[in-house]
DNA sequence: TCGTTAGTTCCAAAGTTTTGGAAGTTCCAT
DNA sequence: ATGGAACTTCCAAAACTTTGGAACTAACGA
């Protein structure tokens, strides 16, 4: 019999998935920022630079769960990043990946005073 | 007994609403930019400078109701205008009003070369 | 090894958006 | 008037997104 009898999911360290610039996709970009709590959530990274996700969750003030899902749509559109430290998640804007690809829109999402 | 028996709704010109520069809201002006479809919407017309809905909806090749459904949509954030010619409505991008509000979104819009 | 903390994923319910045919309105020409 | 063209709105079904509690995983410290 081989070695373990329940391995309930992936025992592999699961990589946080991230598109590439190239492919990032205008309509998809748009449609993760066309939310009011998540173009909260990019101010909030980017006035900090790096934020880990208790410290942005708790600002927002939202389920856990919920706060998770948000920042996941900014994430798998190319908004932001993020890279584990420990048992913490380390998140940022992709500033730089952005303004090469969509020049000034970074600009206008921080620069809105409405 | 008053007038008619049967108006069935509104029988008063109807204006076109729109919304005043002032009242634009960058989330609700991302969520109408974030579908494939509405951007095209948007470089199409913006590409002819004015537009007439035929003219526009014939090159989607989407049925008119789903096509107008989507010009509403970008018309109530404040991204396209339209004003009524005869039977028809011709449509524009508000490119000064989007300009002046969210300077470089435009350009993000229209210059993608993905 | 156990307990705790940080964060995610699961899942079903609730809510919202999209679709397209049919019906309706407005305007113009005859 | 009546007819037609150009749009829009209605409406219900289908499709998608959002919510949040519970279950889970992975990393750390004692």
Redesign the pocket.
Same mark, same amino acid.
Do not use: F, W
């Given at each position: 019999m081989p070695v373990k009898a329940s391995v309930?999911? !992936?025992? +592999?360290?699961?990589r946080i998935r991230h598109p590439e610039v190239d492919a990032f996709d205008l309509a998809t970009i748009m449609?993760a920022l066309g939310?009011p709590?998540r173009i909260e959530m990019v101010r909030e990274v980017d006035a900090e630079g790096e934020m880990?996700?208790?410290?942005l *969750?708790d600002r927002l003030g939202?389920? +856990? !769960?919920?706060?998770? *899902?948000?920042? +996941?749509?900014l994430r798998e559109a190319g908004v932001t990043r993020?890279r584990?430290?420990?048992?913490? +998640?380390i998140v940022s804007v992709r500033r730089e990946d952005l303004e090469s690809r969509f020049p000034g829109l970074v600009d206008v999402i921080l620069r809105d005073d409405a």
């Open positions: 309930t999911k !992936s025992s +592999r360290p699961e449609r939310d709590v880990i996700c208790t410290d *969750y939202l389920p +856990r !769960s919920t706060a998770s *899902y948000h920042l +996941r749509q993020a584990a430290a420990g048992t913490n +998640r």
